[in-house]
């Protein structure tokens, strides 16, 4: 979320989800054709761009995806729901082989009913990789900036220093000089 705050971030993220949203999806048995309700409508509470482009930002926000899925009495998939990336935890026993569990605010999901789909895949690891962990040393850095330049205008832009002399100034003469530095810095 913080890394969203950036303009160049946040522009990044729309041009690709707005790009997901409006490519077709066609569906393909072989060389045949099929036509899909769940192609052209993936989630009957939300509008098909608005599944896709929030596919793509969790991909890109945090390296991976997850729907819901939503199964008929006989197993067939009825619905997909794209699912908070920071809601979903992942966890697997030591032994090789061993199923992952997932969980969506803290309850059990059924691996049937859920679909993670990751960015970038490295072996053995529960998660995916996407762009902003990749950039996060960028966009701490970019944050650090505006914070700094945010402050340097707040405070006036006015320099701090240290006033010396080569030479032995009494008290009167060194609250003189303070003063006339206090002074055209106020200009």
């Known amino acids: 979320d913080t890394a969203l705050s950036l303009g160049s971030v946040f522009r990044c993220l729309q041009i690709i989800s707005t790009t997901l949203a409006q490519l077709p999806l066609l569906v393909h048995r072989g060389d045949e054709l099929v036509d899909s ?8 509470n939300t509008a098909t761009n608005d599944f896709f482009g929030a596919t793509a930002i969790s991909l890109a926000c945090s390296g991976n995806a997850y729907w819901f899925v939503s199964r008929n009495q006989a197993g067939d998939v009825k619905n997909l729901e794209v699912l908070d990336p920071k809601q979903v935890t992942i966890t697997r026993d030591d032994r090789l082989g061993s199923p992952y569990r997932f969980d969506y605010n803290g309850k059990r999901v059924a691996n049937k009913n859920i679909k993670q789909i990751r960015l970038m895949t490295f072996p ?8 902003l962990q990749a950039a996060r040393g960028e966009i701490e850095t970019g944050l650090k900036l505006r914070e700094f330049g945010n402050s340097f205008l707040t405070n006036g832009a006015v320099p701090t220093g240290v006033l010396s002399s080569d030479q032995f100034i009494n008290q009167s003469q060194a609250d003189s000089y303070r003063e006339a530095w206090d002074a055209a810095q106020q200009t």
Request: proline content about 12%.
């Open 124 to 131: 053995q690891k529960l998660y995916g990789y996407g762009p």
């Open 37 to 44: 309700s769940l192609a052209k409508r993936p989630d009957y």
